[in-house]
């Protein structure tokens, strides 16, 4: 089974997340999502696009542990190689919007690829962290961009305690672009959707390019050293000891 179902509604393409039990992202899985990504980029019938989740409570969980434990150092590159390059280039080059739609569980990697995403909705009981201290890696990626988001001080917070926050201090914090009832989010991703579907698609690919490279212009100059920075500590003791103690449930013995 796909870990990615994909479908047209409307002149909107929706790529949903489905790869249970939450969706952890492993070189397969990015590779679907990069794929469905390139196809609504290309069909000339898609107006705009809806990223989500088919699995109850989980919108993503981060990166497989498992695997990433289990990785040789060639493996972690080419994972983050999709994951911080191949996703956002794709991403970059898109000629119409996208829209995260984020219920339940948001973890790390799962970050990642909604902060990827033009738009962010989330359901008023999604929660959202960033854990990759407490196992042992980094989440590098953000050093580059939350900061700009959030403020210096609180993203320090929010990548070095990897507290869980909920929507509403998420929306504070200029992380989502709005918050939805319980159980409505994908209802009000498709809403907004229709909106940017109805607008002229050649002014819209246009003013989306422009805002992208206003906006993003230095992540390639940083994601170089994101890269680098994980790598280096997937290499340490301490980082096998977390993934390890994360993969057998139990407090890691720093």
């Keep these: 089974m796909s870990p990615i179902r994909y479908e047209i509604r409307d002149r909107v393409a929706e790529i949903h997340l489905n790869h249970a039990p939450v969706n952890a992202l492993d070189i ?11 196809r609504a980029g290309a069909d000339p019938a898609v107006r705009a696009i809806i990223l989500a989740s088919d699995l109850p409570g989980r919108f993503c969980a981060g990166l497989d542990i498992k695997k990433l434990l289990a990785s040789p150092p060639a ?3 080419a994972l983050l190689s999709r994951l911080y390059i191949q996703l956002y280039d ?8 996208s829209i995260a739609a984020v219920s339940g569980a948001v973890r790390g990697g799962g970050m990642t690829l909604a902060i ?3 738009m962010l ?35 320090f917070d929010l990548l070095f305690t990897g507290r869980i ?34 607008k002229p698609p050649g002014v819209l690919a246009r003013g ?26 997937t290499a340490l003791d301490e980082a096998r ?12 013995n720093w």
């Design 116 to 118: 990827s995403c033009d």
């Design 121 to 155: 909705v989330c359901d008023r009981d999604a929660t959202f962290g960033y854990p990759e201290v407490d196992v042992g890696v980094l989440p590098a990626i953000h050093y580059a961009h939350l900061p700009a988001i959030v403020g210096k001080h609180r993203a």
């Design 75 to 77: 493996g972690v590159h």
């Design 165 to 198: 926050f909920d929507a509403p201090q998420a929306e504070a914090l200029g992380l989502v672009s709005r918050v939805c009832a319980s159980g409505l989010v994908l209802a009000q991703a498709r809403e907004l959707a229709q909106v940017l579907a109805a």
């Design 241 to 252: 000891e977390g993934m390890q103690a994360f993969v057998e449930k139990r407090p890691p």
């Design 208 to 233: 989306r390019r422009a805002f992208v490279y206003a906006n993003d212009g230095d992540y390639r100059r940083n994601v170089a050293a994101a890269v680098e920075a994980f790598c280096n500590v």
């Design 90 to 97: 794709t991403q970059f080059r898109l000629n119409k919007p």
């Design 28 to 38: 397969p899985v990015l590779d679907a999502l990069i794929a469905a990504l390139d």
